[in-house]
């Protein structure tokens, strides 16, 4: 299993950036994907879900109306997309994927990729 992060870099307070997460290994369409994030010296924080069919999703307060998940099943690919970005927002984002729905914690998750670091300069 493989699950491969993009698109993080340094952006200014304000902009935006889309995150992407190629998957393979397993049958990406039997898999909710979730997002989640680490700040240095803080603890993995859920960001948001999106359940298999793409029919559902789920936000962490912190990030409601400035982020949108979504997913290419045909493509094996979740998305983060990320608006009004603000410097408390800098972590390392990481995708991961479950066979249950919701799952808004770290030990819940089945599988994990390699984070991509965000930077948002204020």
């Known amino acids: 299993v493989q699950l491969q992060a993009s698109g993080g870099g340094l952006v200014q307070a304000g902009g935006s950036l889309r995150l992407s997460c190629a998957a393979s290994g397993y049958t990406f369409r039997n898999y909710a994907m979730d997002w989640f994030r680490q700040a240095p010296g803080k603890e993995r924080e859920f960001i948001a879900a999106i359940r298999w069919d793409g029919l559902n999703t789920y936000y962490a307060d912190s990030v409601k109306g400035r982020f949108a998940i979504s997913r290419d099943n045909a493509k094996n690919t979740v998305y983060l997309q990320m608006n009004s970005l603000k410097p408390e927002d800098t972590a390392v984002y990481y995708c991961?994927?479950?066979?249950?729905?919701?799952?808004?914690?770290?030990?819940?998750?089945?599988?994990w990729g390699k984070g991509t670091q965000v930077t948002v300069s204020s």
């Open positions: 991961a994927a479950v066979d249950r729905w919701i799952i808004d914690y770290p030990h819940g998750m089945d599988y």
